[in-house]
């Protein structure tokens, strides 16, 4: 009988998805006899719940950011108590043990913390099964330690000697940094995206914001404006529609070297065309990046997981904080006149590259299922 894999995400975000996503597609590429699934389980058991829960967070993180800061800070290095997880289970997760009585998994990865929480209050109950995390940032929050969790998967070193010091043994930590799908493992030529891509191969900028849109898009537009003669920038909004549309609508940006985009699929490619990257720092995305060697600058990071991935960049040197727009001239000063102070970065991604094996979640979770398959 070939073996079954459930991945649990939560459509809080994208990133949380895409790993799942990426996980699936290096199962099945290592592994094709072994069934994967991916289920957003919330979406699915109780949509309305939870898109009420992403419209509250969006209004924190937008209009009271501090806020969201002092609630993820709080008691961050200890697990949930009993009632919150009991309160998780409730509004997003009821019955969700009537989709594991449908599926049936061997092993299951979870790719959030609150799919972790209850798959492992099931365990708790007596259901067995394999159960991995997949912790989807540079930092962990104490939300994703259950004593049920069998393996974490981590995105590195840092990550792992956090869950040591939240009492987790090292048997149970692997570090695989995260998993990204195929598209970002292979190099491509950035000329040859330009062209694609309908670009100019001149000096290129592509601002991020995360599948929300978020990070203070806008304002870093404007700032570039006055560049537009010499640079071509790419904006991606996500799924922010209203941010779209209100810089569709703003005349300053009717420019043949604006391109403003909404949520791409594709987005290697516009990676690769572009020299640099000015982003939020979404655990994602910025892997994403630093596996295609685009240089980032963070700005507007959400308080929280957010702040403390853009900690874990700049302690790596692997970016570098922009703190307010005045910088941006300074920093296309660097791109078009000095552009050997961007080798500094280029430099320290190559050599994180090394440690980057895009394939290692994948492996690892084959090798739980079928042991004398990978070498």
């Known amino acids: 009988m070939s073996k079954k894999v459930l991945i649990l995400s939560e459509a809080i975000g994208s990133g949380h998805t895409k790993a799942a996503e990426a996980l699936m597609q290096g199962i099945s590429y290592l592994e094709p006899s072994i069934q994967t699934k991916i289920l957003e389980v919330g979406q699915t058991l109780h949509p309305l719940t939870t898109k009420m829960l992403l419209n509250t967070y969006l209004k924190i993180i937008v209009h009271s950011p501090s ?24 509004l997003f ?100 995206m330009r062209k694609k891509l309908k670009l100019k191969n001149i ?89 295609k060697g685009l240089p980032m600058y963070i700005y507007q990071p959400i308080p929280g997981h957010e702040e403390k991935n853009c900690d874990f960049l700049i302690n790596n040197q692997l970016a570098i904080k922009i703190d307010d727009t005045n910088y941006i001239d300074r920093l296309i000063e660097k791109l078009l006149f000095s552009p050997q102070e961007l080798e500094f970065l280029h430099n320290k991604i190559r050599q994180f590259q090394q440690k980057i094996d895009p394939l290692a979640s994948a492996k690892f979770i084959v090798n739980q299922l079928i042991p004398e398959s990978i070498l």
């Open 67 to 90: 806020l969201w800061g002092k609630m993820y800070g709080y008691k961050q290095t200890e697990p949930l108590s009993n009632w919150k997880k009991f309160v998780i289970y409730q």
């Open 93 to 192: 997760h009821r019955q969700i043990e009537v989709l594991l009585n449908q599926e049936k998994p061997h092993l299951i990865i979870c790719t959030h913390p609150f799919t972790s929480s209850s798959v492992s209050r099931l365990k708790r109950m007596g259901y067995r099964f394999t159960l991995c995390s997949v912790i989807t940032d540079f930092h962990v929050h104490g939300a994703w330690v259950h004593p049920e969790v069998d393996v974490y998967l981590v995105s590195s070193e840092d990550t792992y000697n956090q869950l040591i010091n939240m009492g987790i043994p090292k048997n149970r930590i692997v570090v695989t940094g995260l998993p990204i799908r195929s598209n970002f493992w292979i190099k491509k030529n950035k000329q040859e």
């Open 203 to 291: 000096p290129t900028v592509i601002i991020m914001g995360g599948g929300l849109g978020l990070g203070g898009i806008e304002p870093i537009a404007h700032a570039l404006l006055k560049w537009k003669e010499k640079i071509q920038v790419i904006i991606c909004t996500g799924f922010n529609k209203a941010l779209r549309t209100a810089l569709l609508r703003d005349k300053m940006f009717h420019h043949p070297h604006f391109h403003i985009l909404g949520f791409v699929n594709h987005i290697d490619e516009w990676m690769e065309a572009a020299d640099l990257l000015i982003t939020k720092p979404g655990g994602l995305t910025c892997f994403e990046a630093l596996s």
